[in-house]
């Protein structure tokens, strides 16, 4: 499950922002709040950036074993798998049983109709036992919610259908 107090506490627990920040210690990731600092106001959450390529080159240095312990790689990687949250997205047009290490990021609507973020990255299993890597912003839409998931789940479905189809 996805839970922003849980997030919070962890990210005191490890020492605050800047320390995430700084481990993580590059230009194409800012971290300057925490969840319940991104829901102040509505530009808040903008403090917060990445990039789609930065969040792949991140996981290939997770699923490589380069980030974290082995034991804490494998226990995020079984937890990424298990998620229930945002199973319309990366997940949402493969194949059934496809094995999907992946993390949601989710913005509210403001009350012009305009949701800040909808999006997944995530390790995509194919049927030869390798792997892909695949991050999917949809930022500052106007999409209804269920539609920008579907995009992120067509996008990863002609991904898939690229690599399984060779």
Known sequence: MSDNNLCDILIRLVGGIKTVDDFIGN????????????????D????????????????KRFLKK????KKSTKFLYKTMVATSVGQNR???????????AHRTGSSFT??????????????VKLPNGKYFIISVFVHNTTEKFKDGEEIIADITKVVWDYYTKK
Not at 31 to 39: L, V
Not at 66 to 69: I, Y
């Open 90 to 100: 990366i997940k949402g047009k493969l194949p059934t049983k496809t094995e999907v």
């Open 110 to 123: 403001n009350d012009e109709g305009l949701t800040g973020a909808i999006n997944d990255i995530g390790i």
């Open 66 to 69: 380069k980030l974290l312990t």
């Open 44 to 59: 808040a959450q903008f403090l917060n950036t990445t990039t789609p390529n930065f969040s792949n080159q991140l996981l």
């Open 27 to 42: 230009s194409d990731f800012i971290i300057k709040n925490d969840e319940e600092g991104m829901h102040q106001n509505w």
